[in-house]
């Protein structure tokens, strides 16, 4: 707590005075990091978070901290499917992703289409994949029918999340449905929420293109960065892709 608080300290925010004898005005600018406080929003039994100067490195296993038909059927959190109609192959297993980014990330000057594997880490410590599926495929009806109510599947590199989750009794824990949640962190260093923003406790109506703006959150103690959210619109049927667009920072690699 008290390391993350100095590291808070050190890089999350500093304001720059410009002063001048003739006008004597003060310009005051804030500048902000990605508030450190959001990564205690992450499953610790999953991921571990470390800071190192101007950098901060995300270290999952994969593990969710919520129940599925993906995990092995001996698993406490296993239990029958309650949205999924099908499912593929293989279950939740250990596995390793480290992504190291820019405690201040930037704005790119061109944006970057995302690709196949993880684009991001969410809070779980699942990671957050596209809108396609192996074959550059658009998710389509057959692939919705194996995600479990937290909007993910498995594939040949492990259980990974696709969709918002469902609003079932059965999803009581982390996963953001239509709410300010935060979802995870993208691989250009720029946190995800959920469909609502906590500045206004509303779908935002200033999102660029690529579903982020620049505002304060719930992590932020007034302060405004620059997030994505999930965008408030159907992808296909009554589902909604937690992410379909280009990242608009410099993509780390999440290996
Ligand atoms: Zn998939
Ligand atoms: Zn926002």
Known sequence: MNFKKLAFIAFSSFVLFSCSKEDETITTTTEISTPVSAFDEFNPDAVTI??????????????PNHTSPYWEETHPLHIDPVVALAQTPGRIGNRSLTVTVSAAPEIASSSTATGLGPIGISVTGVPIFND????????????????????????PSGYHYHIESYDVPENNTVLSHNDEKLVGIMADGFLIYGRKCNSTGNYPTDLDVSGAHTSSTQHSDGKEFYHYHIINEFYLGSIIALFAVDLQGTPNSIL
Do not use: C, K
């Open 132 to 155: 396609t599926e192996g074959d550059n495929r658009p998710i389509e009806e057959q692939i919705v029918e194996t995600f479990d109510y937290a909007g993910a599947h498995n594939g």
């Open 50 to 63: 470390s800071f190192d100067g101007d950098q901060i490195t995300i270290e999952t296993n994969g593990q």
